[in-house]
């Protein structure tokens, strides 16, 4: 427990948050850069992570256990969005034999 | 203090190589040691409980569903659909642009007190335990109807129709 405290003591929060905005941006370059819908929302979970580890940062900072317990409703929801949003892709693959996003445009109206 | 720099360099690296990797198996590998990662960072916060649940939920859990949806798809390198490099390039700058925005703004904002665990216990088990079932018991009871709803919806969803077959 000691090692512990003296290990997080020190870092300023303004590295945590350095941190988890360059770990946000990473996962709005993997949305805009890749084609492959898994992927896309492989780069969504990421961006989740980083909001999370944020929130417990300032969590641990102010002392105040509210906000990991929104980390804990932020990852039920994590695991409600992926199953439903894997069947969608499993079910759009069965219709179009790909995970290519653009064979979603005919949505377009 | 130097823990963290290293675990914080090692997150971002696998990250970059997440996004940048063109096989989808390896990349789901690269995010599950990212999320481990992420777990030790809870580690040197005490926040023990979000280290466990981050470790089952998000690696156990979560990533073996992405593994698995990739294995039943039979997606590889060969099939993977690539953009452009024009395109790829747009998105690796408008990313950097929101990285720098975002950088300039806490430049601004000159926030930079050490983080200090005030009160060491305030991760453990039983002290989330009592705000969770106190103060947040109706969000507790009603994301578990949301995990019932995206329940149903899954199997709904992905669940041939027997009218069309």
Redesign the interface.
């Known amino acids: ?1 000691e090692t ?2 003296q ?13 988890c ?10 949305v ?5 819908v ?2 896309i ?3 969504v ?2 961006m989740l ?1 980083s909001v ?2 944020l929130l ?2 300032f ?8 906000g ?2 929104f ?3 932020i ?10 949003g ?6 759009v ?1 069965r219709n179009t034999r ?5 064979a979603l445009n005919r949505l377009r109206g | 203090m130097s823990v963290f720099y290293f675990v914080a360099f090692l997150s971002i690296f696998f990250a970059l190589m997440t996004i940048f990797t063109k096989n989808p198996v390896h990349s789901v590998l690269y995010l599950v040691i990212t999320f481990f990662t992420f777990t030790v960072h809870y580690i040197l916060l005490n926040a023990q409980f979000l280290a466990v649940v981050n470790f089952i939920v998000y690696m156990g859990a979560i990533m073996v569903l992405f593994l698995f949806v990739l294995m039943l798809l039979n997606l590889n390198k060969d099939t993977e659909p690539l953009k452009s490099n024009l395109v790829k390039f747009m998105g690796v700058i408008a990313g950097m642009c929101l990285l720098v925005t975002l950088a300039a703004s806490f430049r601004l904002l000159e926030i930079s007190d050490p983080v200090v665990l005030k009160n060491p216990d305030i991760g453990l088990v039983s002290n989330l335990g009592k705000v969770l079932f106190s103060d947040f018991l109706l969000p507790f009871e009603i994301s578990s109807i949301l995990l019932l709803t995206a329940m149903v919806g899954a199997v709904l969803l992905a669940k041939n129709d027997p009218k069309k077959a």
């Not at chain 1, 969590?59 to 509210?66: E, I, K, L, Q, T």
């Not at chain 1, 894997?86 to 079910?91: F, G, R, T, Y």
């Open positions: 427990m512990i405290v290990n997080i003591q020190g870092v300023p929060l303004n590295h945590y948050i350095l941190f905005s360059i770990i946000f941006a990473i996962g709005v370059m993997g805009l850069t890749r084609r492959n898994i992927i929302m492989m780069s979970e990421l992570n999370n580890l417990t940062a969590s641990v900072h102010h002392g105040d256990p509210a990991q317990v980390v804990f409703f990852m039920a929801l994590a695991a409600a969005e992926v199953a439903v894997l069947a969608i892709i499993v079910m693959y790909s995970v290519d996003i653009n």
